[in-house]
């Protein structure tokens, strides 16, 4: 009994230190479980937390194995829950459902490329990648489009949409007011929506969303259309939620890990941005939960699946929508950067009355995100 208990003592010790140094692992889980339910005005630091939740769960498997070679089964146990929990809100490199057999009967695609590098080449890349995809209806982001005006002579477009437009069989459709908010040029927009020629899907009407309360042009932008397809109608919801802004800080040779005077204004940035998101995040479900009809909510929402702004506009209305890629995505799934992808924040929600048929992220060198493709067919609850 007594040779046992300096044992014991320190087995003791050793299940403490290993608590004591996994606890801000287990701390960023449940941060980042939370932060979904939490609204990101007081709750910002939760959404930053969350963007790492896939990744600390890595760790928190580690532990487990710790846990699991010490056998101390509770704490085996209680690791085991939590990455079930996290696996199932934040899945993992293969898709967690399957897709609804049948080919695709609608194939839309969303996409931020943005006008970088030299322009000739830029658009024989789009038009290369749309050309080979062929999407039925097309959402681009951080693509801008002037409308013509009695100002302006000709309306003005990045070279991106010219190149679809002028090069490929699809139709630019946009309403007459693009004006989306008092920061942006007037009658401009950057979430043009374009439907292939020919193909079985018509635009009944479309409405930019205002957004905002002030002038900002970094406000996010939102595009609704009404489309009729297979003599059934649905809405769609081209959304570019509003980004951090440039520079990054992981770009910025002055931050430095060590000095907090660096990095805090990078936090206090983060705070309003992720406050100004969220409200108009909130401002776009609202319009959502007015809808009589289906709807695919798409686009880059500069936010991962487990913030606030996502989950809000994924569940507008208190319809819980099929995230694509979960349903019916192969491969990894991440979109950003599109070269080493280490998050998620493009996506397509999916109503209900549609299944999933396909869902696709395809590396690309010409954009900072991966496309979005999703194939799509009307349910049998829509029949």
């Known amino acids: 009994m007594t040779d046992d208990?300096?044992?014991?003592?320190?087995?003791?010790?050793?299940?403490?230190?290993?608590w004591l140094v996994e606890a801000p692992v287990l701390g960023a889980v449940l941060v980042g479980l939370m932060a979904a339910y939490l609204r990101p005005g007081?709750?910002?630091?939760?959404?930053?937390?969350?963007?790492?939740?896939?990744?600390?769960?890595?760790?928190?498997?580690?532990?487990?194995?710790?846990?699991?070679?010490?056998?101390?089964?509770?704490?085996?146990?209680?690791?085991?829950?939590?990455?079930?929990?996290?696996?199932?809100r934040a899945g993992g490199p293969a898709?967690?459902?399957?897709?609804?057999?049948?080919?695709?009967g609608l194939v839309l695609t969303t996409f931020n490329v943005p006008e970088a590098g030299q322009r000739e080449a830029l658009g024989?890349?789009?038009?290369?990648?749309?050309?080979?995809?062929?999407?039925?209806?097309?959402?681009?982001?951080?693509?801008?489009?002037?409308?013509r005006s009695e100002r302006r002579r000709r309306a003005g477009e990045v070279v991106q949409v010219e190149a679809v437009r002028t090069r490929l069989p699809y139709a630019l459709r946009l309403p007459a007011r693009l004006a989306s908010h008092p920061g942006w040029l007037v009658n401009s927009t950057d979430v043009p929506f374009f439907v292939r020629i020919g193909s079985d899907v018509e635009v009944v009407e479309q409405e930019v969303l205002i957004l905002g309360v002030e002038r900002d042009p970094d406000v996010s932008l939102a595009l609704r259309s009404h489309l009729r397809w297979e003599d059934r109608d649905v809405v769609v919801y081209n959304v570019h939620l509003r980004s951090f802004g440039s520079?990054?800080?992981?770009?910025?040779?002055?931050?430095?890990?060590?000095?907090?005077?660096?990095w805090v204004p990078y936090l206090r940035q983060y705070r309003t941005v992720y406050a100004k998101r969220g409200e108009e995040a909130a401002q776009i479900a609202d319009r959502i939960?007015?809808?009589?009809?289906?709807?695919i909510v798409a686009g880059d929402f500069n936010s991962t699946a487990d913030n606030w702004s996502t989950r809000r506009l994924r569940t507008a209305g208190g319809v819980d929508r099929t995230d694509a890629v979960r349903a019916a995505g192969d491969g990894w799934g991440r979109t950003y950067h599109a070269q080493h992808p280490f998050v998620r924040i493009d996506f397509v929600f999916v109503d209900p009355a549609l299944e999933v048929t396909s869902a696709q992220t395809t590396p690309v060198g010409f954009s900072d995100h991966r496309p979005v493709r999703v194939g799509l067919r009307w349910g049998a609850e829509a029949e």
């Open 124 to 147: 024989d890349s789009v038009v290369a990648y749309v050309g080979a995809t062929e999407p039925d209806v097309l959402l681009m982001q951080d693509a801008r489009v002037v409308a």
């Open 95 to 104: 898709r967690l459902g399957e897709p609804a057999d049948g080919p695709d």
């Open 5 to 18: 208990a300096p044992s014991k003592r320190r087995s003791s010790v050793g299940r403490v230190l290993l």
């Open 289 to 295: 939960a007015e809808e009589t009809l289906p709807v």
């Open 247 to 262: 520079p990054k800080p992981w770009q910025d040779e002055n931050v430095r890990l060590f000095r907090p005077s660096t």
């Open 42 to 88: 007081p709750y910002w630091w939760a959404q930053l937390v969350a963007i790492g939740l896939p990744y600390a769960s890595w760790a928190l498997a580690v532990f487990a194995v710790l846990w699991l070679l010490g056998r101390r089964w509770r704490a085996v146990a209680f690791h085991a829950v939590l990455l079930l929990i996290v696996g199932v």
